[in-house]
């Protein structure tokens, strides 16, 4: 399976959960380092990014002008002649009065207007794009491309007629009609005003869902985090069918949670989760009398002293050892609060049978090393899941390590077993 595939099998499974608010991106967005609290905050970021959005600006760049509306008005006056005599007209007047009265005159007059349909749109497009730099412009360094885009609506604004135009009441058939007008630059304004609202009313569909992420994750550095995210919601996708799945904001990086007839799950992304820990104290293995850890617990010491020296940051001087599972599913028995089974997960994004071997050593101290209320867990407590983007097996469980690829992902299941 290529990146292409995995991305679109994710962005599948992405749009079921979203539309039914029962996922949190929020741990992604974070471990990514994007300051973005939402897909509907990231879905207006890839507004912003499109090249519709930037071809709009450049065209506004180069315009001038604005086009009125003009209405004729016709004038029948006796006795005088003002503006432009209507010939015609003046002639139709005379006759439905019996020509008996020469001095009558038809004029007429254009009445210009730039309260246009066409001008609403126009502005509240502008206003709309200059709330949304002024609101996300900072969010990311993925926005350097737009940091332009407030000066070009600016100074467009400050030569145009569009001051004295209201766009407070306008509708979305006012803009559908503008979608169809001869001039680009109010096609175009239409255009991205309709998919604005659409995407401030949360219908983020399919095709937004994949231009969001290739634009924004499909960058070698946040892979990583993307791959994370296909395998947290392959998880929830195979162990639960039922619309009781919801989504909880609190906790420690708490993805989703649902339940079955007998127990009830949470899911969590880096993250030691709720009832875990993950860390070995210094004061456990001080007193060692192994070679080995007796010279690590000094060397360990070592670099902390010369760190607080070096740096400003202090170190955790207490702390031996201490890890964060890349996904963590809690596994409790209904009716009783104390943790029944764990299942950590360590995700690699790599074919590397090296990098992958890298993964399974801190997969296994996750399992040897975790506590439950600060005593190491039961024997058969901890599950271990090692999932990996290519791998020469096909799924193999041996003891408490379940291994999975994109080849190879099938029984993902999470059950009451517990590996002895």
């Known amino acids: 399976m290529n990146n292409k595939e995995w991305l679109k099998e994710m962005s599948d499974m992405l749009l079921i959960f979203l539309k039914g608010n029962r996922f949190s991106l929020s741990s992604f967005f974070e471990k990514a380092s994007f300051h973005i609290d939402s897909i509907e905050e990231l879905a207006m970021i890839h507004f912003l990014l499109q090249d519709e959005t930037a071809v709009f600006l450049e065209e506004l760049a180069k ?27 003046t002639i139709e007047a005379r006759s439905r009065e019996g020509f008996t009265n020469r001095a009558t005159y038809v004029s007429g007059s254009k009445n210009r207007t730039f309260e246009t349909k066409e001008n609403k749109v126009l502005k509240a497009c502008l206003n709309m794009l200059r709330s949304l730099v002024q609101k996300y412009g900072e969010k990311t360094e993925l926005l350097s491309s737009v940091r332009d885009y407030e000066q070009k609506i600016n100074n467009y604004l400050a030569f145009s007629l569009l001051t004295s135009i209201s766009c407070e009441e306008i509708t979305n058939e006012e803009i559908k009609d503008v979608t169809t007008s001869k001039v680009s630059l109010y096609r175009q304004a239409a255009l991205l005003l309709l998919q604005y609202n659409r995407l401030n009313a949360k219908k983020v569909n399919e095709e937004d869902l994949l231009h969001l992420f290739q634009r924004t994750f499909w960058q070698p550095e946040q892979m990583d ?58 004061g456990e293995v001080d007193e060692s009398d192994h070679p080995y850890l007796a010279r690590k617990v000094l060397s360990q010491k070592e ?6 020296q070096f740096f400003t940051t202090k170190a955790r001087e207490h702390i031996f050892w201490q890890g964060r599972p890349d996904l963590v599913v809690e596994m409790r028995e209904k009716g009783r609060n104390e943790l029944y089974k764990a299942v950590v997960g360590e995700v690699k994004f790599t074919d590397s049978e090296t990098y992958a071997r890298e993964g399974l050593r801190e997969l296994c101290d996750y ?19 090692l999932f990996l983007r290519d791998a ?23 059950t009451p077993k517990k590996y002895k």
């Open 63 to 89: 315009t001038r002008e604005l086009f009125p509306s003009s209405t004729n008005i016709h004038k029948k006056q006796s006795g005088k002649m003002a503006g432009h005599i209507q010939w015609k007209k």
């Open 225 to 282: 985090v993307l791959f994370e995210l296909y395998w947290a919601l392959k998880l929830v996708k195979e162990n639960t069918k039922e619309a009781t799945l919801h989504l909880l904001y609190e906790g420690e990086n708490l993805v989703a949670s649902w339940e079955d007839m007998s127990y009830t799950y949470k899911l969590y992304h880096n993250s030691k989760g709720s009832a875990l820990s993950f860390s070995v104290k210094m």
């Open 303 to 308: 670099a902390n002293r010369l760190g607080n």
């Open 367 to 385: 399992l040897y090393f975790a506590k439950v209320n600060n005593s190491y867990a039961k024997e058969g407590m901890i599950e271990g899941r």
């Open 392 to 414: 020469p097996f096909s799924n193999v469980e041996e003891g408490k390590i379940l291994a999975y690829s994109l080849s190879s992902s099938s029984n993902l299941a999470i």
